[in-house]
């Protein structure tokens, strides 16, 4: 199918490594992070959020690292897997000024067999 | 099992053409969105829509339109006047409309201009 986010920065690791994927937000005032997975001509899936009184989330082989003093947030992901191949996207929901949900345009990731 | 449907996956767009993509949910959710998005870009909001016989404007609704008859069902047309539709258009929900709910997407529509 065709592919969203042609020019998307990448990240190539081997399987079985560790990734991680960085995202830098832009609003001092979010306070709620999601990061979603998005194979190719698919829609994006939840993936772990994280709200912005912890700092440290994790899930089954995912781990979200929340830094508000530097706005940077971060996905990692254990023993990277083929399957786990896609872009992925960080969103931000700020505190003030309603819903309105920021989306990243995301991170290529490759993984090599 | 609960989710949002959209339909078609795929659609060709005449010139002067209006199109609908169809957009179902069974999460009970309040909140609805549709969003469009490009090569190398975030997501960005078309419409949205807090209940039933109501929605509002997002950040790019020229060239757009919606109704909310139902909870379950928010369709987008992309009307002649969307100078450039050729995306894909990506529908989501929400419990409510509000900060903190997590937003949960569709399988997306590809639209084309031929």
């Known amino acids: 199918g065709e592919s969203v986010g042609l020019h998307l920065p990448t990240l190539s690791v081997q399987e079985g490594d560790n990734s991680i994927i960085n995202c830098a937000y832009s609003?001092?005032?979010?306070?709620?992070f999601i990061w979603y997975k998005q194979e190719s001509g698919k829609g994006p899936q939840f993936i772990i959020d994280?709200?912005?009184?912890?700092d440290k989330r994790q899930g089954q082989r995912v781990t979200v690292l929340l830094n508000k003093t530097v706005k940077h947030l971060s996905l990692q992901i254990a023993a990277t897997q083929p399957g786990d191949s896609a872009v992925y996207f960080c969103?931000?929901?700020?505190?003030?000024?309603?819903?309105?949900?920021?989306f990243g345009a995301g991170t290529r990731l490759f993984v090599k067999a | 099992d609960g989710g949002i449907t959209q339909s078609p996956k795929y659609l060709f767009r005449k010139e002067g053409q209006n199109v609908t993509l169809s957009c179902e949910q069974n999460?009970?959710?309040?909140?609805m969105y549709w969003y469009r998005q490009d090569p190398g870009q975030g997501l960005r909001l078309i419409y949205y829509?807090?209940?039933?016989?109501?929605?509002q404007k997002g950040d790019i609704a020229e060239g757009y339109s919606v109704s909310r008859e139902k909870k379950e069902s928010f369709p987008l047309t992309v009307t002649s006047a969307q100078k450039n539709p050729t995306a894909f258009y990506l529908c989501?929900?929400?419990?409510?409309?509000?900060?903190?709910?997590?937003?949960?997407f569709g399988e997306g529509s590809w639209l084309t201009v031929v």
């Open positions: 994280i709200r912005s009184n912890m």
């Open positions: 829509s807090q209940i039933v016989n109501d929605f």
């Open positions: 609003n001092s005032a979010s306070d709620y």
């Open positions: 969103a931000e929901n700020p505190r003030t000024g309603g819903f309105k949900t920021i």
């Open positions: 999460l009970n959710h309040d909140a």
């Open positions: 989501a929900s929400s419990i409510e409309l509000s900060s903190g709910n997590t937003i949960y």
